[in-house]
């Protein structure tokens, strides 16, 4: 079966995401070790563990959008997770910021529409990454 087009866009993304963030991950580590020489007025060890934390998800959002472009049934099942908890995650902000007393920003919703839009999305095609059986 082919690839569908929001298949291509969305591991296309991922991919880019992918790349953002292991250059973010690698900025502040380095930043945070510029911190950890005597004088500085911070410590680094928080920049140095987001560093890491970033280049971690970078490598793992990278190996996933790979898997989307090559249309494997785990990385479908990945980004389809990931959509899941990034779209609790964010109903949770929403639920805690009106809990405050503070209203729900236009952001918020259209954040919250667009994850919602991709995960319905990656739902609708999962016929595209079923393999005949047999095949690998």
């Known amino acids: ?5 929001g298949i291509s866009i969305l591991g296309g993304l991922v991919v880019l995401g992918a790349v953002i963030l292991v250059l973010i991950g690698i900025a502040s580590f380095f930043v945070g070790l510029a911190f950890l020489f005597p004088g500085t007025p911070f410590s680094g060890t928080t920049l140095i563990l ?9 490598v793992v959002l990278g190996v996933a959008g790979s898997g989307l472009l090559r249309m ?10 990931a959509a899941l908890v990034g779209l609790v995650y964010l109903l949770y902000g929403v ?4 809990r405050g007393g503070a209203g729900v920003s236009w952001y918020s919703v259209l954040t919250i529409v667009i994850v919602a839009a991709i995960f319905v999305y990656l739902l ?12 690998m």
């Open 50 to 58: 987001n560093g890491l934390l970033y280049f971690v998800l970078g």
């Open 124 to 135: 609708s095609v999962a016929r595209a990454f079923r393999r005949p059986a047999g095949t």
């Open 95 to 98: 639920y805690q910021d009106t």
């Open 1 to 5: 079966m082919t690839r569908p087009v």
């Open 72 to 81: 494997r049934a785990w990385a479908w099942g990945l980004a389809l997770l």
